[in-house]
């Protein structure tokens, strides 16, 4: 499903719209939900912090009440007409469990994605085969995880890469990703087939960082993290880091600033493309690579 916007990032942008439009008129929670008639203030407070899908009356409604002037009007409908889509692309998700849905929604729509891991090949790039091997691995950990499910989930995913306007991705790895870990030989060296094919892709650059590399001030980071940037500036870039239980989505501009400087500093340590490529080659030995499937004439997006 192709959309031209993030669902979820656009309901934070509208979130932070309708607050900032509240606080112009000096209305406190309970002034406007008393004029509006809403029973609870937990309703327009979900809206303005992004948690709920908006219904399209209430925003009109909000909108009457802030007295907004035509313009901005029409620009926050659109906005609210995008945050609403969850419904279609929940359709197009299928089954996919909650963590790798927020994954989904931050990805459509994204103009770049920027991923960093330390221990594992990106769910972006994964084969089916290496995918459902971590899968099983994190299975093992809870009795939630449905493994059929997840890998079909993560290979949904996979085709924001393949839609006529992808995203321009970079995936950020360290050296020890290059190793096996444990990983069948068959099953390895597939994936490494995969990854030396794709970083053929105008819109997928693939770099090591390695092990003995120290980026600028010396911070690499422990966790996974991925960023997110959208073709429209006033979108808030987004970051979610990676957790064993969880995941963290951080929008504030301070954290941003923090995540775009350290991606920077990883870019600046880490080998070229070319030589990623070489390494992962090496690693893979003398053996043909097909190449995926690619996108018909798939541009690199303009990045903002």
Not at 109 to 119: D, K, L, M, N, T
Not at 221 to 229: D, E, I, R, V
Not at 238 to 256: K, N
Request: proline fraction near 8%.
């Amino acid at each position: 499903m192709r959309l031209s916007a993030s669902p979820v990032v656009r309901r934070v942008r509208l979130g932070a719209e309708l607050r900032r439009l509240r606080r112009r008129e000096a209305l406190t929670l309970e002034q406007v939900c008393v004029r509006l008639g809403w029973a609870s203030t937990s309703k327009l407070s979900r809206i303005e912090l992004g948690q709920s899908r908006p219904d399209l009356a209430d925003v009109l409604d909000l909108l009457d009440a802030y007295q907004v002037p035509a313009d901005q009007r029409n620009e926050l409908i659109v906005i609210a007409r995008d945050a609403a889509t969850g419904r279609g692309l929940s359709k197009a998700l299928g089954e996919m469990g909650e963590r790798q849905r927020a994954y989904a929604e931050l990805e459509a729509g994204a103009a770049r994605i920027v991923e960093y891991q330390p221990a594992l090949v990106p769910g972006l790039l994964q084969t089916p085969a290496y995918a459902r091997l971590r899968v099983s691995a994190g299975a093992l950990l809870g009795d939630d995880v449905d493994v059929e499910s997840d890998v079909r989930g993560r290979t949904v995913r996979q085709e924001v890469l393949r839609r006529p306007d992808p995203p321009h991705y970079t995936a950020l790895v360290d050296e020890r990703v290059c190793d096996s870990g444990g990983t069948p030989a068959d099953v390895w060296r597939d994936q490494l087939r995969h990854l030396v094919a794709l970083a053929e892709w105008p819109h997928i650059t693939i770099r090591v960082v390695p092990s003995d590399a120290a980026p600028d001030g010396g911070v690499r980071p422990l966790t996974a993290f991925s960023y997110y940037a959208y073709p429209d500036p006033a979108d808030p870039r987004t970051v979610l880091v990676e957790t064993l239980t969880t995941d963290l989505r951080l929008v504030a501009e301070a954290d941003i600033a923090r995540y775009e400087l350290l991606v920077d500093r990883l870019l600046a340590a880490a080998l070229p493309e070319e030589e990623t490529v070489e390494l992962l080659a090496r690693r893979l030995g003398p053996v043909h690579v097909p190449r995926p499937r690619e996108p018909r004439d798939a541009p690199v997006p303009e990045l903002h």
